[in-house]
């Protein structure tokens, strides 16, 4: 059983930066593919980002693209969300998962909130 947790949400002025950092417990964190959603009120859940186990491949919503950048290091059990040039549409919970094959596992959310 892997345990996420999500941290350094916050609120930010459109225009700036946060990074959040996911923590892993509980498993092999190295063996997991390692991706950020958010889901935004009244939206459904949405793919932002993922970061391979394999090569450290990386995708990315289209939405995010250019100003977000995921990374992991497996040393320390985390993974990383760097979000620059931040939009008021990037408000949402942010949610840590991690998965391999059909095992899934999601943290419990850290909010940003982007002011205009």
């Known amino acids: 059983q892997v345990q996420l947790v999500e941290s350094g949400g916050g609120l930010v002025q459109a225009g700036g930066s946060l990074r959040l950092s996911c923590a892993a417990s509980?498993?092999?964190?190295?063996?997991?593919?390692m991706g950020w959603y958010r889901q935004a009120p009244g939206k459904e859940r949405e793919f932002v980002a993922r970061i391979s186990r394999d090569d450290g491949s990386t995708n990315y919503a289209d939405s995010v693209k250019d100003r977000f950048t995921i990374s992991r290091d497996n040393s320390k059990n985390a993974v990383y969300l760097q979000m620059n040039s931040l939009k008021p549409e990037d408000t949402a919970i942010y949610y840590c998962?991690?998965?391999?094959?059909?095992?899934?596992?999601w943290g419990q959310g850290t909010q940003v909130t982007v002011s205009s």
């Open positions: 998962h991690a998965h391999i094959f059909s095992t899934e596992y």
């Open positions: 509980g498993g092999t964190f190295s063996i997991y593919h």
